[in-house]
């Protein structure tokens, strides 16, 4: 059962803030304009609501495909790291290079950082594996960033949220890595 905590945790965090609804929607998302006036506790928060159910559901599944491909390739430790450094790149992406980005909800660049440290991991575990895993997810970045977002994805999707999650949590795992910290 010990096992099982983390990643409950996890799922839960992603769901629990739907029970909020608009109300929680909106005081926790990042608002660039709020951020702006201090509310900088929405950089961070905005990872954690989401549009709908069925959006909060589908970042939850990827977070357990990710779970269980990846859980055993950081220690605990590591993977906050790296969802803080793809956090940290998500919130410096929207705030310098997207000004005209007003809002912004969801987990999806943060999971899309925590397969691109899995990548680095699986690299290191399985090269042959990492390879393909990294080439898939550098193929669906550059699909989104040319054709939009992937077919299944409704909603207003900002690609530009998994770009850089996906560029934060590469370089915490590069990081990780180099210093033997998994």
């Known amino acids: 059962m010990t096992s099982l905590r983390w990643p409950l945790a996890c799922l839960a965090a992603l769901l629990l803030p739907l029970l909020g609804g608009d109300t929680w929607r909106l005081a926790l998302r990042y608002d660039r304009a709020a951020v702006a006036a201090g509310q900088l506790w929405r950089l961070v928060t905005a990872h954690f609501v989401h549009l709908d159910l069925r ?9 357990a495909l990710l779970w269980a491909l990846f859980a055993r390739s950081w220690r605990p430790s590591a993977w906050l790291l790296i969802v803080l ?19 912004y909800v969801g987990a999806s660049g ?7 440290a899995g990548c680095i991991a699986m690299l290191r575990e399985q090269p042959r594996v990492g390879a393909v895993a990294c080439a898939l997810l550098i193929v669906k970045l550059a699909w989104e960033h040319w054709q939009g977002p992937l077919p299944l994805e409704d909603g207003p999707v900002i690609t530009a949220a998994h770009l850089y999650g996906a ?7 590069i ?8």
């Open 55 to 63: 959006h909060g559901l589908l970042n939850a599944v990827a977070l």
């Open 85 to 103: 450094a793809s956090m940290l790149a998500i919130a410096a992406g929207f705030w310098w290079l997207q000004p005209s980005l007003q809002w």
């Open 110 to 116: 943060v999971l899309h950082g925590v397969f691109a």
């Open 167 to 173: 560029l934060g949590g590469a370089l915490a795992g």
């Open 175 to 182: 990081a990780l890595a180099a210093r033997k910290l998994y």
